[in-house]
Protein backbone atom coordinates (compact mmCIF):
# COMPACT_ATOMS: atom_id res chain seq x y z
CA UNK A 1 0.00 0.00 0.00
CA UNK A 2 1.44 3.60 -0.48
CA UNK A 3 1.81 5.53 1.78
CA UNK A 4 0.82 9.46 2.40
CA UNK A 5 3.79 11.39 3.19
CA UNK A 6 3.31 14.06 5.49
CA UNK A 7 6.22 16.31 5.91
CA UNK A 8 6.69 18.91 3.20
CA UNK A 9 9.16 21.68 2.33
CA UNK A 10 7.27 24.39 1.04
CA UNK A 11 8.48 27.45 -0.71
CA UNK A 12 6.72 30.34 -0.38
CA UNK A 13 5.86 31.77 -3.91
CA UNK A 14 3.01 34.83 -3.03
CA UNK A 15 1.84 36.91 -0.28
CA UNK A 16 -1.27 39.00 -0.41
CA UNK A 17 -1.70 41.46 2.58
CA UNK A 18 -5.68 42.39 2.99
CA UNK A 19 -4.79 44.50 5.86
CA UNK A 20 -5.91 44.57 9.41
CA UNK A 21 -3.37 41.78 10.10
CA UNK A 22 -4.93 39.22 7.85
CA UNK A 23 -2.89 37.49 5.00
CA UNK A 24 -2.45 35.09 2.34
CA UNK A 25 0.45 32.99 2.09
CA UNK A 26 0.79 30.86 -1.07
CA UNK A 27 3.06 27.98 -1.00
CA UNK A 28 4.06 25.83 -3.72
CA UNK A 29 3.34 22.28 -2.80
CA UNK A 30 2.13 20.08 -5.41
CA UNK A 31 2.20 16.77 -3.64
CA UNK A 32 0.08 18.38 -0.72
CA UNK A 33 -2.18 19.99 -2.64
CA UNK A 34 -3.02 16.92 -4.56
CA UNK A 35 -4.00 15.37 -1.32
CA UNK A 36 -5.49 18.03 0.79
CA UNK A 37 -9.34 18.03 1.21
CA UNK A 38 -11.64 20.69 2.66
CA UNK A 39 -11.24 20.82 5.95
CA UNK A 40 -7.91 19.23 6.77
CA UNK A 41 -4.68 21.16 8.07
CA UNK A 42 -1.48 21.66 8.21
CA UNK A 43 0.74 22.06 11.13
CA UNK A 44 3.96 24.57 10.05
CA UNK A 45 7.46 25.14 11.41
CA UNK A 46 7.38 28.84 11.65
CA UNK A 47 11.07 28.78 11.38
CA UNK A 48 13.98 26.11 11.78
CA UNK A 49 15.13 27.88 15.22
CA UNK A 50 14.18 27.03 19.25
CA UNK A 51 11.17 30.07 18.83
CA UNK A 52 8.49 29.69 18.00
CA UNK A 53 8.95 25.47 19.12
CA UNK A 54 5.58 24.11 18.48
CA UNK A 55 3.87 23.93 14.91
CA UNK A 56 1.06 26.31 14.47
CA UNK A 57 -1.93 24.72 12.26
CA UNK A 58 -3.43 26.43 9.31
CA UNK A 59 -6.48 25.37 7.69
CA UNK A 60 -6.03 24.58 3.56
CA UNK A 61 -7.66 28.09 1.99
CA UNK A 62 -7.37 27.60 -1.62
CA UNK A 63 -5.57 25.37 -3.95
CA UNK A 64 -3.74 26.53 -7.20
CA UNK A 65 -3.80 24.51 -10.16
CA UNK A 66 -1.38 25.34 -13.41
CA UNK A 67 -3.07 25.34 -16.73
CA UNK A 68 -3.98 21.78 -16.91
CA UNK A 69 -5.65 21.80 -14.05
CA UNK A 70 -3.21 19.92 -12.03
CA UNK A 71 -2.38 20.98 -8.63
CA UNK A 72 0.32 22.95 -8.01
CA UNK A 73 0.30 24.47 -4.35
CA UNK A 74 -2.22 25.42 -0.94
CA UNK A 75 -2.32 28.69 -0.01
CA UNK A 76 -3.11 30.02 3.67
CA UNK A 77 -5.33 32.55 5.18
CA UNK A 78 -3.80 33.61 8.25
CA UNK A 79 -4.44 36.63 10.95
CA UNK A 80 -1.70 38.06 13.10
CA UNK A 81 -2.69 36.88 16.62
CA UNK A 82 0.78 35.98 18.17
CA UNK A 83 4.15 35.94 17.48
CA UNK A 84 4.16 32.64 15.03
CA UNK A 85 1.63 34.12 12.58
CA UNK A 86 3.35 37.80 13.00
CA UNK A 87 6.36 35.89 11.44
CA UNK A 88 4.28 34.44 8.49
CA UNK A 89 2.49 37.52 8.14
CA UNK A 90 5.91 38.66 7.11
CA UNK A 91 7.39 36.00 4.73
CA UNK A 92 8.40 37.02 1.20
CA UNK A 93 8.63 34.88 -1.58
CA UNK A 94 11.51 32.47 -1.85
CA UNK A 95 11.16 31.59 2.11
CA UNK A 96 10.89 27.80 3.02
CA UNK A 97 8.44 26.15 5.42
CA UNK A 98 8.50 23.24 6.75
CA UNK A 99 4.93 21.64 6.86
CA UNK A 100 3.04 18.38 8.32
CA UNK A 101 -0.66 17.73 6.60
CA UNK A 102 -2.90 16.81 5.56
CA UNK A 103 -3.95 16.24 9.08
CA UNK A 104 -8.07 15.68 10.48
CA UNK A 105 -10.41 14.55 8.48
CA UNK A 106 -12.17 16.52 5.88
CA UNK A 107 -15.77 17.78 5.07
CA UNK A 108 -18.01 15.09 3.84
CA UNK A 109 -20.44 15.62 0.91
CA UNK A 110 -24.21 14.39 1.95
CA UNK A 111 -24.88 11.64 0.26
CA UNK A 112 -27.81 12.78 -0.80
CA UNK A 113 -26.67 15.36 -3.52
CA UNK A 114 -30.39 17.17 -3.30
CA UNK A 115 -29.43 18.15 0.26
CA UNK A 116 -28.59 22.17 0.80
CA UNK A 117 -25.08 22.85 1.98
CA UNK A 118 -25.14 25.45 4.28
CA UNK A 119 -21.75 27.30 5.27
CA UNK A 120 -21.69 29.32 8.45
CA UNK A 121 -18.19 30.82 9.40
CA UNK A 122 -17.44 33.71 11.48
CA UNK A 123 -13.88 35.65 11.18
CA UNK A 124 -10.51 33.61 10.42
CA UNK A 125 -12.89 30.32 10.45
CA UNK A 126 -14.20 31.22 7.03
CA UNK A 127 -10.79 29.77 5.32
CA UNK A 128 -11.94 26.11 5.06
CA UNK A 129 -14.83 27.08 3.16
CA UNK A 130 -12.99 28.37 0.18
CA UNK A 131 -11.77 24.93 -0.77
CA UNK A 132 -14.70 23.35 0.12
CA UNK A 133 -17.03 25.55 -2.14
CA UNK A 134 -14.29 25.45 -5.20
CA UNK A 135 -15.16 21.52 -4.66
CA UNK A 136 -18.56 21.30 -4.24
CA UNK A 137 -19.70 24.09 -5.90
CA UNK A 138 -20.53 21.73 -9.23
CA UNK A 139 -23.14 19.47 -8.06
CA UNK A 140 -24.44 20.75 -4.72
CA UNK A 141 -26.39 23.48 -3.66
CA UNK A 142 -24.13 25.55 -1.44
CA UNK A 143 -24.32 28.95 0.39
CA UNK A 144 -22.15 30.44 2.47
CA UNK A 145 -22.85 32.77 5.46
CA UNK A 146 -20.08 34.88 6.55
CA UNK A 147 -20.35 36.92 10.07
CA UNK A 148 -17.12 38.82 10.93
CA UNK A 149 -17.22 42.15 13.38
CA UNK A 150 -17.04 44.78 10.59
CA UNK A 151 -16.04 44.66 6.86
CA UNK A 152 -12.27 45.11 7.78
CA UNK A 153 -12.26 41.65 9.18
CA UNK A 154 -13.88 40.56 6.03
CA UNK A 155 -11.51 42.26 3.35
CA UNK A 156 -10.68 38.22 2.27
CA UNK A 157 -13.91 37.49 0.97
CA UNK A 158 -13.33 39.04 -2.50
CA UNK A 159 -11.18 36.03 -3.09
CA UNK A 160 -14.85 34.15 -2.41
CA UNK A 161 -16.34 36.04 -5.38
CA UNK A 162 -15.68 33.29 -8.22
CA UNK A 163 -16.12 30.23 -5.71
CA UNK A 164 -19.23 29.29 -7.55
CA UNK A 165 -21.27 29.63 -3.37
CA UNK A 166 -23.76 32.72 -3.05
CA UNK A 167 -22.74 34.57 -0.16
CA UNK A 168 -24.56 36.28 2.42
CA UNK A 169 -22.28 38.51 4.73
CA UNK A 170 -23.45 39.88 8.75
CA UNK A 171 -21.73 42.45 10.34
CA UNK A 172 -21.82 43.12 14.09
CA UNK A 173 -21.58 46.90 13.52
CA UNK A 174 -23.54 46.90 10.19
CA UNK A 175 -20.45 47.86 7.89
CA UNK A 176 -21.27 44.93 5.43
CA UNK A 177 -24.19 42.86 4.90
CA UNK A 178 -26.69 42.55 7.43
CA UNK A 179 -26.06 43.62 11.07
CA UNK A 180 -25.91 41.38 13.39
CA UNK A 181 -24.42 38.15 14.00
CA UNK A 182 -24.32 35.87 11.28
CA UNK A 183 -27.06 33.66 13.30
CA UNK A 184 -29.09 36.35 11.94
CA UNK A 185 -28.49 34.84 8.16
CA UNK A 186 -29.27 30.77 9.83
CA UNK A 187 -31.95 31.72 11.72
CA UNK A 188 -33.23 32.86 7.75
CA UNK A 189 -31.70 29.58 6.22
CA UNK A 190 -33.13 27.25 8.39
CA UNK A 191 -36.83 28.66 8.78
CA UNK A 192 -36.74 28.97 4.23
CA UNK A 193 -35.83 25.61 4.40
CA UNK A 194 -39.41 23.92 5.07
CA UNK A 195 -38.63 19.91 5.04
CA UNK A 196 -35.67 20.48 2.48
CA UNK A 197 -32.94 17.74 3.12
CA UNK A 198 -29.89 20.01 4.50
CA UNK A 199 -26.92 20.27 6.38
CA UNK A 200 -25.21 22.72 8.19
CA UNK A 201 -21.40 22.87 8.12
CA UNK A 202 -19.53 25.60 10.68
CA UNK A 203 -15.85 26.93 11.94
CA UNK A 204 -15.13 29.98 13.61
CA UNK A 205 -15.46 31.19 17.56
CA UNK A 206 -16.35 28.78 20.18
CA UNK A 207 -19.29 30.88 20.67
CA UNK A 208 -20.55 30.98 17.00
CA UNK A 209 -20.23 27.93 16.85
CA UNK A 210 -22.16 26.75 19.87
CA UNK A 211 -25.10 29.42 19.04
CA UNK A 212 -25.13 27.11 15.14
CA UNK A 213 -24.99 24.05 17.15
CA UNK A 214 -28.27 24.75 19.19
CA UNK A 215 -30.12 26.21 16.34
CA UNK A 216 -29.06 23.19 14.22
CA UNK A 217 -30.32 20.89 17.00
CA UNK A 218 -33.22 22.62 17.43
CA UNK A 219 -34.76 22.60 14.09
CA UNK A 220 -33.33 18.57 13.41
CA UNK A 221 -30.80 19.70 10.60
CA UNK A 222 -27.48 17.73 10.74
CA UNK A 223 -24.48 20.07 11.83
CA UNK A 224 -20.36 19.02 11.31
CA UNK A 225 -18.24 22.10 13.24
CA UNK A 226 -14.46 22.34 11.96
CA UNK A 227 -12.79 22.40 16.07
CA UNK A 228 -10.04 24.93 15.81
CA UNK A 229 -8.37 23.93 19.47
CA UNK A 230 -5.39 24.59 20.65
CA UNK A 231 -2.98 22.31 19.18
CA UNK A 232 0.69 20.84 19.75
CA UNK A 233 1.93 18.18 17.73
CA UNK A 234 -1.18 17.47 15.41
CA UNK A 235 -1.46 13.69 14.67
CA UNK A 236 -2.48 12.54 18.44
CA UNK A 237 0.46 12.08 20.24
CA UNK A 238 0.46 15.26 23.18
CA UNK A 239 -3.37 15.34 24.16
CA UNK A 240 -3.30 19.12 23.58
CA UNK A 241 -6.20 19.86 21.49
CA UNK A 242 -9.15 17.52 23.50
CA UNK A 243 -12.70 18.41 23.44
CA UNK A 244 -15.34 16.57 25.32
CA UNK A 245 -18.00 14.44 23.33
CA UNK A 246 -20.57 12.56 25.16
CA UNK A 247 -20.32 9.49 25.88
CA UNK A 248 -21.89 6.44 28.04
CA UNK A 249 -19.17 7.03 31.13
CA UNK A 250 -20.09 8.18 34.99
CA UNK A 251 -19.28 11.65 34.32
CA UNK A 252 -21.83 11.77 30.56
CA UNK A 253 -18.93 12.26 28.17
CA UNK A 254 -14.95 11.53 27.26
CA UNK A 255 -12.71 13.39 25.31
CA UNK A 256 -11.94 13.31 21.78
CA UNK A 257 -8.05 14.28 20.49
CA UNK A 258 -9.70 16.73 17.81
CA UNK A 259 -6.95 16.59 15.59
CA UNK A 260 -7.34 12.82 15.03
CA UNK A 261 -10.87 12.16 15.29
CA UNK A 262 -12.26 15.85 13.62
CA UNK A 263 -10.94 18.41 13.09
CA UNK A 264 -14.47 18.03 11.65
CA UNK A 265 -16.72 17.14 14.48
CA UNK A 266 -20.44 15.85 14.74
CA UNK A 267 -22.00 19.23 16.69
CA UNK A 268 -24.71 16.73 18.41
CA UNK A 269 -22.34 14.80 19.67
CA UNK A 270 -20.07 17.66 21.46
CA UNK A 271 -20.63 19.31 24.66
CA UNK A 272 -20.93 22.55 24.42
C1 LIG B 1 -7.10 22.99 12.92
C2 LIG B 1 -6.79 24.46 13.02
C3 LIG B 1 -6.88 25.26 11.90
C4 LIG B 1 -6.57 26.61 11.98
N1 LIG B 1 -6.66 27.36 10.86
C5 LIG B 1 -6.30 28.66 10.91
C6 LIG B 1 -6.32 29.44 9.71
O1 LIG B 1 -6.67 28.95 8.62
N2 LIG B 1 -5.94 30.73 9.81
C7 LIG B 1 -5.52 31.29 11.01
O2 LIG B 1 -5.16 32.47 11.01
N3 LIG B 1 -5.52 30.60 12.15
C8 LIG B 1 -5.89 29.28 12.13
N4 LIG B 1 -5.85 28.54 13.28
C9 LIG B 1 -5.41 29.20 14.53
C10 LIG B 1 -3.89 29.36 14.51
O3 LIG B 1 -3.30 28.08 14.53
C11 LIG B 1 -3.43 30.18 15.73
O4 LIG B 1 -3.93 31.46 15.60
C12 LIG B 1 -1.91 30.21 15.76
O5 LIG B 1 -1.40 28.94 16.08
C13 LIG B 1 -1.45 31.22 16.79
O6 LIG B 1 -0.04 31.21 16.75
P1 LIG B 1 0.79 32.50 17.22
O7 LIG B 1 2.19 32.07 17.47
O8 LIG B 1 0.58 33.65 16.32
O9 LIG B 1 0.08 32.90 18.54
P2 LIG B 1 0.43 32.45 20.06
O10 LIG B 1 1.40 33.53 20.52
O11 LIG B 1 0.87 31.06 20.12
O12 LIG B 1 -0.94 32.68 20.66
C14 LIG B 1 -1.67 33.87 20.53
C15 LIG B 1 -3.15 33.58 20.77
O13 LIG B 1 -3.63 32.56 19.87
C16 LIG B 1 -4.20 31.48 20.58
N5 LIG B 1 -3.78 30.23 19.96
C17 LIG B 1 -2.55 29.69 19.99
N6 LIG B 1 -2.51 28.54 19.32
C18 LIG B 1 -3.77 28.32 18.86
C19 LIG B 1 -4.37 27.29 18.14
N7 LIG B 1 -3.70 26.21 17.76
N8 LIG B 1 -5.67 27.40 17.83
C20 LIG B 1 -6.38 28.46 18.23
N9 LIG B 1 -5.86 29.49 18.93
C21 LIG B 1 -4.58 29.41 19.25
C22 LIG B 1 -3.63 31.57 21.99
O14 LIG B 1 -4.55 31.06 22.92
C23 LIG B 1 -3.44 33.06 22.15
O15 LIG B 1 -4.59 33.70 22.59
C24 LIG B 1 -6.18 27.20 13.24
C25 LIG B 1 -6.12 26.39 14.37
C26 LIG B 1 -6.42 25.03 14.27
C27 LIG B 1 -6.32 24.18 15.48
S1 LIG C 1 -2.68 18.10 18.90
FE1 LIG C 1 -1.54 16.53 19.90
S2 LIG C 1 -3.06 15.04 20.30
FE2 LIG C 1 -4.09 16.53 19.12
Known amino acids: ME ?26 APELA ?16 LFPLLRRPFSSFDISKDVRGRATGISLLGHIVGQGTRMLAHMEPGAKLSLNGPLGHP ?15 GGIGLAPFLHLSRQWAKDREL ?15 KRFSDAGAPILLA ?55 SLESVMACGYGVCNGCVAQVKADTPHGFRYAKTCVEGTVMDCATLVW
Request: proline fraction near 4%; aromatic fraction near 8%; charge should be neutral.
Open 143 to 157: VLLAGGRAQKDLAFM
Open 3 to 28: RTRLLHECTVTKRTDFGHGYFELFLD
Open 107 to 121: FEAPENPATRVIMVG
Open 171 to 225: TEDGSAGVKGRVTVLLDAELKALRGKPAVVLTCGPWAMMKAVAEMCIAASVPSFA
Open 34 to 49: AQMGAGQFVNIRVRDE
